[in-house]
């Protein structure tokens, strides 16, 4: 596993925690998608330069899998991304690391405490965005819609990329959307981006994370 890097109070312009759904609707096959999905997304040239292309004004990344109430794991550890090197790393860590054996259901709530006091320790930096990655609505643990008011309360922004089945392709009737809108993002600029199937996920990803980077990016270089 990646080592976290040293951040800076004055160097650090967002810390992101990206969430991965792993519960038992993700199949193994899903799952290297997902991991893989996200790995080339971060290597993708604009999201590198949208991560990097501050100098002095950094972002902290760390990314966390959650499934049931108590199923939550670190899978890279905060890491400050200062070059395409770092990126590179990350990606790379992504794909190597093993599956471990899950036995949750989807707890949303849960994943989204998980996350909040991971960005708590990144409380110095400018803006704290919450990333949660889902298939499903909640069906274990604590619900989402108190955690979600925490979490405004203590300035976090939560964004959802959501994975629906490829057979429902309407995005504006999509029920997964429509659920995660009312009760799970939060923030003045808080969006989803849903795609229909794990094999988009890689495009998916990359437009959220450009979409979410870009405007402490572009604040930093004002």
């Not at 759904?21 to 193994?28: A, G």
């Not at 993708?44 to 330069?49: H, K, S």
């Not at 890279?76 to 990350?90: H, Y």
């Not at 890689?202 to 979409?211: S, T």
Request: with cysteine; hydrophobic share 45%; glycine share 10%.
């Amino acid at each position: 596993m990646l080592l976290a890097a040293a951040a800076t109070a004055e160097g650090c312009r967002q810390a992101l925690a990206l969430g991965l759904d792993v519960s038992l609707s993700v199949d193994p096959g899903e799952f290297r998608l997902q991991r893989q999905g996200l790995a080339t997304a971060l290597s993708d040239a604009q999201v590198i330069t949208a991560l990097t292309g501050a100098p002095g004004a950094q972002v902290d990344l760390a990314v966390f899998e959650w499934s049931g109430a108590y199923d939550q794991r670190i899978l890279i550890e905060w890491t400050t991304v200062t070059d395409q090197d770092t990126v590179a790393r990350i990606a790379a860590d992504l794909v190597e690391r093993p599956q471990l054996g899950r036995t949750g259901r989807t707890a949303i709530g849960s994943a989204m405490t998980f996350g909040k006091e991971l960005l708590l320790q990144r409380a110095h930096c400018d803006v704290l965005t919450l990333d949660i990655s889902g298939d499903g609505m909640n069906n274990n643990g604590t619900e989402p819609g108190p955690v979600r008011k925490s979490l405004a309360a203590a300035g976090i922004q939560v964004n959802a990329l959501l994975i629906a089945s490829p057979d429902n392709t309407a995005l504006g009737s999509n029920a997964l959307t429509l659920y995660y809108e009312n009760h799970v993002i939060v923030g003045p600029n808080a969006f989803t981006e849903t795609i229909f199937g794990f094999d988009d996920y890689a495009d998916g990803m990359r437009r959220k994370l450009l979409r979410e980077l870009t405007r402490a990016f572009t604040w930093h270089l004002d």
